[in-house]
């Protein structure tokens, strides 16, 4: 799971949030995507909440990165456990799903949710260079 600032758009007045989940099953690679107005533990939750909805298979892991969206501790911290104190932590724990963070500094670890990532912003770009001027 992760979030992806999106550029903005001539038709936007800011800026918006692109939150993305992708199932491991490489074979189908479901992808579940919302855009959320900021990237707070808040709108995080809320999207936790509706990917367990949605999915049609039980998530037992989750895979983050270390921001304080889904963490309560400093970026800069050695510290890889989790104090569940969190309120994206506390919620991983009442679905039953167990939540990981990846290594900082190595995005290469949530490569799949990445890649997805880069391929919207090479589309957006596309996009808004293209996009008539009003």
Known sequence: ?????????QDEAKR?????AIDIDRATRRV????????TAANAKAFLKALHKAFPIKISKLLTDNSKKFIDRL???????LSG?????Q??????????L???GAPRTNGMVERF?????????????TAPRI
């Open 1 to 9: 799971m992760d979030v992806k600032y999106l550029p903005q758009m």
């Open 16 to 20: 918006r949030y692109l939150f993305v």
């Open 32 to 39: 579940f995507v919302r855009v959320k107005s900021n990237k």
């Open 75 to 81: 970026f800069a911290s050695r510290e890889r456990a």
């Open 85 to 89: 104190n969190h309120k994206f932590d």
């Open 91 to 100: 919620l991983c724990e009442q679905l039953g799903i167990e939540h990981r």
């Open 102 to 104: 990846t290594k900082p």
């Open 117 to 129: 990532n880069g391929r919207i912003a090479d589309v957006l770009k596309t996009t808004s260079s």
